[in-house]
């Protein structure tokens, strides 16, 4: 027996006998599978309605599933968060400044970056100082800390050469690497622009030579304490030069 296409068929790989009796069968077969497929063409709101008449049990509401966030969405809205809370410090130092600094945005328009002020804390070595850095804020603060760098000549122990402030609040979160630091002691959440300038304000008058940023400078302050004095010294002069 041979085989044809049927006349008609939606489907090009659709085949029948073409002199069997149950032809008609077939033909009507494929005709009603047709005006199922046609009857299942529906739009998604109305055929996910149905689906929820249909297997909905009484006295239970099928609501739709919730929308999942896209990592793009995820980070906006974190940087949303960071955003909020640091025009929040702000405000909050602007209305109750604190002594021995003063803060600000660098660029109105970039609440991540502050410009701070350090004023050198009394009775120590930079008594007198203005000490000019700068705060930088990541985009998902306030889970992982700010870096601050004096853009003021600064010698210290605990101050990398480049300005960069090397105090443990400042490290990431979690357990110290090195061994060094208690988890503890790092970085956590609670940290503010207060606390932070604060700590670096304690480190000032406290250098810890211990594990230093500044080789260097470290070595000076345990072994030739009179040298380290000028140059603190010089410098103090010179931030007075610059106001």
């Not at 005709?31 to 497929?37: E, H, I, K, W």
């Not at 739009?43 to 929820?52: E, Q, S, V």
């Not at 640091?86 to 600000?104: E, I, R, T, W, Y």
Request: some cysteine.
């Amino acid at each position: 027996m041979g085989l044809h296409i049927l006349a008609g068929c939606n489907c090009c790989f659709c085949f029948c006998s073409a002199f069997s009796p149950s032809s008609h069968l077939i033909l009507s077969s494929v005709r009603f599978a047709g005006r199922l497929l046609d009857s299942l063409s529906i739009n998604k709101a109305t055929h996910g309605l149905n689906l929820r008449r249909r297997f909905q049990k009484p006295g239970i509401i099928l609501l739709p599933a919730a929308k999942t966030l896209e990592p793009t969405d995820l980070m906006a809205a974190i940087t949303s968060q960071a955003s909020l809370l640091l025009q929040k410090q702000l405000k909050d130092l602007m209305k109750h400044p604190v002594d021995g600094f003063s803060a600000g945005l660098v660029d109105d328009c970039n609440v991540f970056k502050w410009q701070v002020t350090i004023i050198g804390p009394p009775d120590t070595l930079y008594d007198g100082g203005y000490f000019n850095a700068i705060m930088s804020f990541p985009q998902n603060y306030p889970n992982s800390p700010p870096t601050v760098r004096f853009t003021s000549e600064m010698w210290h122990p605990n101050v990398y050469p480049d300005g960069r402030v090397c105090i443990s609040i400042l490290h990431s979160p979690g357990e110290d690497p090195n061994g060094y630091e208690l988890a503890s002691e790092r970085w956590t959440p609670v940290h503010t622009v207060e606390s932070i300038v604060l700590s670096i304000i304690s480190m000032l008058s406290s250098p810890n030579d211990e594990s230093p940023a500044n080789i260097e400078a470290a070595k000076e302050w345990r072994e030739n304490r009179d040298d380290f004095k000028k140059k603190v010294r010089r410098l103090v002069r010179k931030s007075q030069e610059m106001l």
